[in-house]
């Protein structure tokens, strides 16, 4: 499974060849490089560990220091794992660089973010419930309503939806469409939206339904 690391810029459009408007997510991806490979032999699975967004030496703790030190290529922010097969692992080594140019134009990619956080919202905005009427004296407005049991079964079962938490969560689009790239400023164009606020990291795989399909 190709992946690779990178930061949300923000959205905008692109023009295809009849004129047609593409709306476009770009990410800063990479360049990435191995810090660890992991085998089955030693762990049990195969994975290489890749660092992303270059840290000043002095902002690192020492473990951290040593770990990333053993790939000569500095220190870094994120340190993420991409799975691998057994085929797939003789590909790398530690300190291999990892660009854009792992994914081809108009190749099918999952992209990974954490969702923007809202706080405890109302199960209008959390379960998009429709609320009650504004008028003639209702006082049934964005409330959820009941949930009682009555006696039984006596209480309020698991996985209702109710007010609370909303956001912030780890989430994945799939089958989005790599569309264009600008190799100088390392920048992939996703057609549609991918999860996350500007400037947040994303992780960018090849794609589980779609691998190696392209349109």
């Known amino acids: 499974m190709k992946g690779i690391l990178g930061l949300k810029i923000g959205m905008t459009q692109i023009f295809d060849d009849k004129g047609d408007v593409i ?5 800063q991806a990479g360049p990435c490089y191995v810090i660890q490979k992991k085998t089955k032999e030693i762990d049990d699975y195969n994975a290489i560990q890749i660092g992303f967004f270059p840290k000043k030496m002095h902002r690192v703790n020492k473990p951290l220091k040593g770990h990333m030190g053993k790939a000569k290529r500095g220190m870094f922010y994120y340190l993420k794992e991409i799975p691998l097969t057994d085929d797939e692992i003789k ?6 660089e990892i660009t854009i140019d792992i994914f081809g134009d108009d190749e099918f990619v999952d992209v990974t973010g954490t969702s923007k956080g ?3 919202t109302g199960v209008i905005k959390r379960w998009n419930f429709s609320g009650g009427r504004s008028t003639h004296g209702s006082k049934f407005h964005r409330t959820h309503g009941s949930t009682g049991m009555c006696e039984q079964p006596g209480r309020i079962f698991k996985g209702t939806k109710m007010a609370g938490h909303y956001g912030n969560e780890k989430v994945t689009v799939q089958n989005l469409k790599v569309v264009g790239k600008i190799k100088e400023k390392n920048y992939l164009l996703i057609k549609g939206a991918v999860p996350g606020p500007n400037k947040s990291l994303v992780i960018i795989k090849e794609s589980v339904k779609k691998a190696g399909v392209k349109k």
Request: net charge neutral; no cysteine; charged share 15%.
């Open 23 to 27: 709306p476009v997510t770009v990410v």
């Open 118 to 120: 809202r706080g405890f």
């Open 91 to 96: 590909n790398y080594e530690v300190g291999q």
